[in-house]
């Protein structure tokens, strides 16, 4: 994840369309493809973006005050295309309820767009940083930019030319013992 970025060094449209396009090819339960993509790369609409996402207590700890990337990318889940698609004839779930799913589908397909989004910047030589919202900020957010209710974002993704050099986090990285198992969970 980068945290500075080179200011003047714009995304080109190419790049922009190529981390679209994979994103638009996330896995998607039920191919529900429940979820949007806001994109703001104008300085306005990113300065507007600034100022709706941070809150105004404690400004300066927030990512989303002190960035200064020429792209964001907010991706959106949507839970209603979700619940509509199970309650088709196929999947037998007429009742649109959530109370059977054992995880929120819709925000995991959205996460996995945004991975997408963030393995095509590494991919394109672009730095890229995905950060959450502040929950008491979401109602800005979605207002600053006409997002619909059954819109949810789930965070936001900058992208630009790094200006930092790599970081070595192996030190930091845990083993390999203590994230996987093999066979069964315990020893």
Not at 95 to 115: M, Q
Request: aromatic residues 10%; negative net charge; hydrophobic residues 40%.
């Amino acid at each position: 994840m980068v945290r500075r970025y080179r200011r003047g060094a714009p995304v080109s449209r190419d790049a922009l369309d190529t981390l679209l396009a994979n994103a638009l090819h996330a896995p998607s339960a039920g191919f529900s493809q429940g979820y949007g993509l806001l994109v703001l790369d104008d300085p306005d609409d990113i300065a507007r973006f600034r100022t709706a996402a941070t809150p105004e207590e404690d400004a300066d700890k927030w990512f989303a005050a002190t960035f200064d990337a020429p792209l964001v990318i907010v991706p959106c889940s949507n839970k209603s295309a979700y619940l509509d698609r199970y309650a088709q004839a196929d999947k037998g779930f007429t009742d649109r309820s959530d109370a059977w799913w054992p995880s929120p589908y819709w925000d995991i397909d959205t996460g996995f767009a945004s991975l997408l989004i963030l393995l095509s910047a590494v991919d394109l030589g672009l730095g890229s940083c995905f950060f959450g919202i502040p929950k008491t900020r979401l109602d800005a957010v979605r207002k600053a930019f006409g997002i619909p209710d059954e819109f949810h974002p789930i965070g936001a993704i900058t992208v630009g030319q790094p200006d930092e050099p790599p970081r070595d986090l192996s030190a930091r990285r845990k083993p390999e013992g203590d994230m996987v198992r093999r066979g069964r969970w315990s020893s």
